[in-house]
C-alpha cells in the first residue's frame, strides 16, 4: 500500500496540473465576432461569413440598401450562367463585367434580361436588393452580397462566376485599379468591385476565400473602403474556426484515472 500511494503522489499531481491546465486554457479566437465590427465608421458597411461554420458578423448597418454599383453584376452574371441563352456571346458578355467590370457589356445584358437582379434576388432571399430603372440604378446591402456568395460556395462551388472573381483583371475597362478594400485581406482568392462614377463618393468591393467570403460599401474614396475594411478584419483570423486543444498522449498508470476521466471530473457540473 505505501508503494501504491507514492505512485499515486508522485504521477496523479502532475495529471491533475495538466487537467487543470487543459480545462482552463481557452483557445485562442479564430474567427470575427460582432465585437470586431462594433468600430466601423458608419461611412461603411462590413459583412463576413465563414462558411464551414456558418458564422456570420456585420456591421451595425449591414442589411441597409445601399448604392450597388458594379456588385449587382455578379447577380446578373449568374442569371445569364444559369438560366440565359447559354450562347458564348452572353457568356464573354458576363465574364467581361465580373472580370474587367465591364459597363457596356452590363447594359448589354440587363436589357437582354431586365429580370436578372430581382429574379436572382427573389432566389437568393436578399431583401435588401432591387432594381432600379437599369442596373445601375440598383441597391443591395453588404449581407445581401455575402448571403449570395457564400450560398454560390456551399452550392455551386464550380460556378464561372467566382471563377471569373478569382481571374479578375488589376486594371477594369474603364481603367479604374482594381486592388483595394476587400482585397487586401489575407486569404483572399478573388474580388468584384465597384465605384460611382466620380470614383469617390461611394465604393464597394466584395471577396472570397477558399472558406469565407466578405463585402463592403463605403460612402467615400477606395482608401477608405481599404481602411475600414482593414480596421474591422485586417488583424483576425479568417479561415478556420478555434481547435481544441489536444490531450497529451500520456502513459496509462495502472489504478489511476485517465487525463480524459480527470477531465470530465473537473468539468463544471
Not at 87 to 115: C, E, F, H, I, W
Not at 199 to 217: E, K, P, T
Amino acid at each position: 500500500m505505501p508503494a501504491l500511494r507514492r505512485i499515486f503522489t508522485r504521477t496523479a499531481v502532475p495529471i491533475v496540473g495538466i487537467a487543470v491546465a487543459l480545462v482552463c486554457a481557452a483557445p485562442a479566437q479564430a474567427l470575427p465576432t460582432p465585437g470586431d465590427l462594433s468600430d466601423v465608421p458608419a461611412r461603411t458597411s462590413l459583412s463576413y461569413e465563414h462558411i464551414p461554420t456558418g458564422t456570420y458578423v456585420g456591421s451595425a448597418d449591414d442589411n441597409s440598401a445601399r448604392p450597388g454599383l458594379s456588385t449587382v453584376k455578379l447577380y446578373m452574371a449568374d442569371y445569364v450562367v444559369r438560366f440565359g441563352d447559354g450562347s458564348p456571346r452572353d457568356l464573354d458578355l458576363a465574364a467581361r463585367m465580373v472580370q474587367v467590370s465591364d459597363d457596356g457589356a452590363a447594359s448589354t445584358l440587363d436589357n437582354k434580361y431586365p429580370q436578372a437582379i430581382s429574379a436572382t434576388a427573389a432566389e437568393y432571399g436578399l431583401t435588401s436588393t432591387s432594381r432600379g430603372g437599369f442596373w445601375g440604378n440598383s441597391s443591395t446591402s453588404t449581407a445581401d452580397t455575402v448571403r449570395f456568395l457564400a450560398a454560390k460556395k456551399r452550392t455551386d462551388p464550380a460556378s464561372p462566376v467566382l471563377a471569373w472573381m478569382n481571374t479578375a483583371a488589376p486594371v477594369a475597362r474603364d481603367g479604374m485599379v482594381q486592388n483595394w478594400g476587400t482585397e487586401q485581406l489575407p486569404g483572399v482568392t478573388g474580388t468584384k468591385w465597384g465605384w460611382a462614377d466620380d470614383r469617390s463618393s461611394v465604393v464597394a468591393s466584395a471577396s472570397i476565400g477558399d472558406d469565407f467570403v466578405i463585402a463592403s460599401n463605403t460612402y467615400g474614396p477606395t482608401r477608405s473602403n481599404t481602411d475600414d475594411v482593414m480596421a474591422g478584419l485586417g488583424g483576425i483570423e479568417l479561415t478556420a474556426p478555434p481547435t481544441a486543444i489536444a490531450v497529451p498522449n500520456l502513459p496509462v498508470i495502472p489504478g489511476l484515472p485517465s487525463v480524459e476521466e480527470l477531465l470530465q471530473m473537473l468539468a463544471p457540473r
